[in-house]
C-alpha cells in the first residue's frame, strides 16, 4: 500500500555513511512520504522462515583446472578481515547462496585468520589441500576504499591496485578455471545445521529518521563550515542519520530538495490541523527550522538550531517544535480529543488542578484497559478482511477475519513507530526481537481515530502499570472519573506558540 500523492517526493539511492569514528560504508537511502530509511546490506537465510546468522561454513573442493575462483580484499594491516572482494564467473552458479562478494573470512580449515594480515591470510588459502572449509560472516559495514561492488555480477579480473587492499588472487592459484567436463562439486554446511540451506543477500533497515519536524544540515555543527557532498538529518527526537555521503553535488543537491519537499508537505499538512483550532486572524502561516547566529558567543561563528513559528503578526522562536495544542495565554490548559476526533480545549487555574486532573484521566484510562484487557478491530490488508486485537497482557495480534490464523505478533516493547494517513492507514514499524531489523506493517482501518485513541490508551495503561508510584497509589483510590478506555488524552501546560 503507498499513501503517495501527484507532490511527494520519493526517491531510491546509494550513497556512504559515516558512522561516528567509523571508516565510510556504503548504504542504501529510501525515501518515503514520511520517513528516510537508511539500509544496510546482510546475508539471510531464505530456505524456509527468514532468519539470521553471524557466522556461514562453505566448504569448497579444489579442481583439478584451477583453484578456488576467489579474490580478496582487506587484512589486519587495514584493521578489518580479509573480505571476499570477487567471485569468477563460471563459479557464481555454483556458489549462489553459499557464498558472496562482501563476506568476511574469519577460518580456513580450522584456522582463526581474523587477524592475519593480507599475504598470511593468501598462503593459508595456498597451502590449504584440496578442499578448503571456509567459516565467513557477511561485513555489513565494509569501509568504502575497499570498492567492494553491490551485487554479486562481477568477473574475476585484476583488482583495483589504489587502495593498496587488493589482491586478485589469480596468479595465486586461487583462480578456478572451470572446465566443462570437470564434475566435480561444492558441499554446504551452515550453522546451523541443516540440508539444503540457502541464503541471500538483502538490504535490511539500519535506521529510520521520521521526517515532521526534523531538519537536515550540510554545515559542520555550530559552525559555517559546510561539508563537500555530504549532509545529515537529525529526526525531532534527536535521532541522528549520520552523515550521508553523496557521489557527486548534483547527487546531494537532488537528495536535499526531495527531502526538503517531504519535510515541507508534512508541515503544511500539520499546520492545517493545528490552524483548525485558531481562528483567521490567529493561524500559523509556516513553521520550520532554521540555524540562529548567537551573537553573545564566545566563538566568531557559533550557529545554533531554532524551530521558529510564524503566527499571525508575530514570530515565535524555540529550541525544539512546541506543542500545538495550545491554543491562548492561558499556562494551565488540557485537551481530551474524542474517537470521533473532536477537540475538547479545557483550562484550570492552577498548576496543582491540572496535575489533579492529569492523574485522574490517567487513572480512569488504567481502570477502563484493565477491566476490558483487549480491543478487536476490523482492517484490510491487500484487500483481505483481517483483524487487529490490541491485548492489554499480549501487545499487538493482526489475524485472518475467515480462518482465524496469526499472521503476526508484537509486544508493546516492539513498537518503535507509526505513521498515518489521517484518513485510513496506519503503518507500524516493529522491531523484530531476534534480528533487531525494523518490520513495517501497513492496515486500513474504517474508524481510524478509534483504533489510534485505543492503542494510546492501551499505551498509557501500560506505563502506568509498570510504575510502582502509580501501581501503589491505586490502592488508596476510591473513585475515578470513567472514560470509553479508547479516548486519545493529551494534556498540554504553557504558552502558545
Excluded at 495550545?326 to 470521533?340: A, G, M, P, T
Excluded at 534480528?435 to 486500513?444: F, G, P, W
Aim: proline share 4%; net charge negative; charged share 20%.
Amino acid at each position: 500500500m503507498d499513501f503517495r500523492t501527484a507532490c511527494e517526493e520519493t526517491k531510491t539511492g546509494v550513497c556512504l555513511l559515516q558512522d561516528g569514528n567509523q571508516e565510510p560504508f556504503k548504504v542504501r537511502l529510501h525515501l518515503a512520504k514520511d520517513i528516510l530509511m537508511i539500509q544496510e546490506q546482510d546475508v539471510i537465510c531464505v530456505s524456509g522462515e527468514p532468519f539470521y546468522s553471524g557466522e556461514r561454513t562453505v566448504t569448497i573442493r579444489r579442481q583439478t583446472v584451477g583453484g578456488f575462483g576467489l579474490s580478496i580484499k582487506g587484512g589486519a594491516e587495514h584493521n578489518i578481515p580479509v573480505v571476499i572482494s570477487k567471485i569468477s564467473k563460471e563459479q557464481r552458479a555454483e556458489l549462489s547462496g553459499l557464498l558472496f562478494i562482501g563476506d568476511a573470512i574469519l577460518q580456513i580449515n580450522g584456522i582463526n585468520v581474523r587477524k592475519c594480515r593480507h599475504e598470511e591470510v593468501v598462503q593459508v588459502l595456498r597451502n590449504a589441500g584440496e578442499e578448503v572449509t571456509l567459516t565467513v560472516s557477511f561485513l555489513k559495514r565494509a569501509p568504502a576504499f575497499l570498492k567492494l561492488p553491490l551485487n554479486e555480477d562481477c568477473a574475476c579480473a585484476p583488482s583495483d591496485q589504489s587502495s593498496g587492499t587488493s589482491s586478485p588472487l589469480c596468479d595465486s592459484g586461487l583462480h578456478l578455471n572451470y572446465h566443462p567436463n570437470n564434475t566435480d562439486t561444492l558441499s554446504c554446511s551452515s550453522w546451523p545445521a541443516s540440508p539444503g540451506l540457502r541464503w541471500e543477500k538483502r538490504w535490511c533497515d539500519l535506521r529510520l529518521i521520521p521526517l515532521l519536524h526534523s531538519r537536515f544540515s550540510q554545515y559542520l555543527p555550530g559552525s559555517d563550515l559546510c561539508r563537500q557532498n555530504a549532509f545529515q538529518v537529525i529526526a525531532v527526537d534527536g535521532v541522528c542519520s549520520g552523515i550521508i555521503q553523496c557521489l557527486s553535488a548534483e547527487d546531494c543537491i537532488d537528495w536535499l530538495q526531495a527531502i526538503a519537499s517531504n519535510i515541507s508537505n508534512l508541515t503544511k499538512h500539520n499546520i492545517k490541523k493545528i490552524n483548525r483550532n485558531f481562528p483567521v486572524n490567529q493561524q500559523i502561516v509556516y513553521m520550520g527550522w532554521t540555524e540562529e547566529r548567537e551573537q553573545d558567543s564566545l566563538q566568531d561563528r557559533m550557529y545554533t538550531p531554532k524551530f521558529l513559528a510564524l503566527r499571525g503578526s508575530s514570530l515565535y522562536k524555540f529550541i525544539a517544535p512546541p506543542d500545538s495544542d495550545l491554543l491562548d495565554r492561558r499556562k494551565h490548559c488540557f485537551s481530551v480529543q474524542s474517537e470521533s476526533g473532536e477537540d475538547l480545549y479545557f483550562s484550570v487555574e492552577l498548576e496543582s488542578d491540572l496535575t489533579l486532573w492529569e492523574k485522574a484521566f490517567q487513572t480512569a484510562t488504567f481502570l477502563e484497559v484493565e477491566r476490558i484487557q483487549c480491543k478487536t478491530y476490523a482492517c484490510v490488508l491487500e484487500s483481505h478482511l483481517m483483524g487487529l486485537t490490541i491485548d492489554f497482557s499480549m501487545g499487538f495480534v493482526c489475524f485472518d477475519a475467515a480462518t482465524k490464523a496469526v499472521l503476526w505478533r508484537y509486544k508493546f516493547s516492539q513498537l518503535k513507530g507509526s505513521s498515518d494517513d489521517g484518513k485510513s492507514k496506519i503503518k507500524f514499524l516493529f522491531q523484530n526481537q531476534d534480528t533487531k531489523q525494523i518490520e513495517a506493517k501497513e492496515l486500513e482501518f474504517s474508524n481510524l481515530f478509534a483504533v489510534l485513541h485505543c492503542i494510546h490508551s492501551f499505551f498509557a495503561a501500560k506505563v502506568a502499570c509498570l510504575d510502582p508510584l502509580y501501581v501503589g497509589s491505586q490502592a488508596t483510590t476510591s473513585a475515578a472519573p470513567t472514560t470509553s478506555g479508547t479516548g486519545k488524552l493529551k494534556y498540554t501546560t504553557g504558552h502558545p506558540p
